[in-house]
């Protein structure tokens, strides 16, 4: 079988995906070449890479990317691929998948809509992703979403037939980057409690913000370690009832000192208004730490309450705030939670178990013209590429 795997963005997630594909099938990945240093260490050599120039055309569709597509669909003919899988995440998709309608299309949905906080009606940039989530969801012969309740979103509301969408995890993809530079020698620092990631309206920090006096009363020595950046932070800062109870590390955080602030964490919080999936509850269970989520979207499937972590109501301070004491109170119970939560990243959602259920789903479309169909079975036979990288 040979697969086309194509990314705009999502850069980590499309290279692990391909890197499991390699092991079983012909895998050609198709990467813009902006911050492409950054990763192409990560690829496995029997991987074939092709990298096209997005750089000068990043945030400018037009009719002036037509060399970049077209560069890009000559790579595609020329490997000939089975399969053409896609990420979804960039207006270029619009012109640029007619184009390869010839193929077998699977897309990968990591959102369905936009996030409240990033869609703005007459922005221009929101226009285009909502133009491409519409094509995206129309072009595809098959749809992969992280959770039950995106695919339920896509068949209700989008009308999209529930035969053609599939459940997969959000896989380990956030984890490698992170964990290379764990270290044997850091521990829980204290009652810490982290979150993690995009700073946007949708994510629930003011909730987390207004649970902290009710965290510090129970513990008075908790601190709350925020890591990221994104929307202006002065108004949460303002919310603070007691700043010194928060510590903020407002920027891009590099994958070594994230590293050190899961590992110094007891627990993560992911206290969520709304959400698709996130990359934050694997990472976490990449470090052992049990996280504390939102029943919002997909969270609650990849979270077993009570066993990984706590799952509680959206938009409630009081309950997100117990269950965060709970497990500052109880150190055994973070650390086999943890546990637990690593055992679940390295089995349910662990490539091999993703890639088992990608290349069934390959194996259903068939081929494109001239090739014949190969059985899920044999799909899965571990028998790498010996083709390497085009550079």
């Known amino acids: 079988m040979r697969v086309a795997c194509l990314t705009f963005w999502f850069y980590d997630y499309t290279i692990q995906m391909a890197n499991e594909l390699a092991r079983h099938a012909e895998v ?9 240093e950054e990763y192409v260490e990560s690829i496995d ?6 990298i096209f120039g997005y750089s000068r055309y990043a945030g400018r569709p037009g009719p002036s990317c037509y060399p970049m597509l077209k560069d890009i669909v000559a ?5 000939g691929p089975d399969v ?3 990420q979804v995440n960039n207006p270029m998709l619009c012109p640029l998948l007619p184009m390869l309608r010839k193929y077998p299309l699977v897309a990968t949905f990591h959102d369905i809509e936009p996030h409240r906080g990033e869609d703005r009606l007459l922005d221009v940039g929101s226009l285009l992703y909502r133009l491409t989530l519409l094509v995206s969801r129309v072009m595809p012969d098959r749809i992969f ?4 309740a995106l695919r339920d979103t896509l068949v209700e509301n989008y009308h999209v037939h529930g035969e053609n969408v599939h459940v997969i995890p959000i896989g380990e993809h956030e984890v490698a980057p992170f964990v290379k530079f764990e270290r044997d020698d850091l521990e829980p620092d204290g009652h810490r409690v982290l979150f993690f990631g995009r700073i946007h309206r949708y994510k629930g920090l003011d909730c987390l913000i207004q649970a902290e006096p009710l965290i510090t009363r129970e513990i008075p020595d908790a601190r709350i370690v925020i890591a990221g950046t994104g929307e202006d932070f002065g108004r949460y800062e303002e919310a603070m009832a007691g700043r010194d109870a928060f510590e903020v590390y407002n920027y891009r ?3 070594e000192e994230g590293a050190r602030l899961f590992q110094q964490a007891s627990a993560v919080a ?5 959400a698709s999936q996130s990359g934050v509850i694997p990472t976490a269970y990449g470090f052992r730490r049990p996280v504390v989520v939102t029943d919002v979207g997909s969270l609650p499937e990849v979270v077993d309450d009570g066993v990984t972590g706590y799952v509680v109501p959206p938009r409630n301070p009081e309950a997100l705030a117990d269950a965060i004491v709970r497990l500052l109170k109880d150190p055994g119970a973070c650390r086999r939670m943890g546990e637990q939560g690593y ?3 390295k089995t349910d959602m662990a490539w091999s178990t993703i890639a088992r259920s990608l290349l069934a789903v390959y194996s259903e479309l068939g081929s494109a013209p001239g090739r014949g169909t190969v059985p899920a079975d044999e799909a899965f036979v571990d028998t790498a590429p010996a083709s390497g990288k085009e550079r």
């Open 270 to 274: 992911l206290p969520y208004l709304e």
């Open 253 to 255: 955080i590099p994958y």
């Open 84 to 86: 053409v899988h896609f």
């Open 343 to 345: 055992a679940k990243l």
């Open 75 to 79: 790579a595609i003919n020329g490997f």
């Open 145 to 148: 979403v992280h959770g039950k």
């Open 45 to 50: 050599p029997g991987v074939n890479v092709h």
């Open 28 to 36: 050609l990945l198709l990467l813009p070449d902006y911050r492409s």
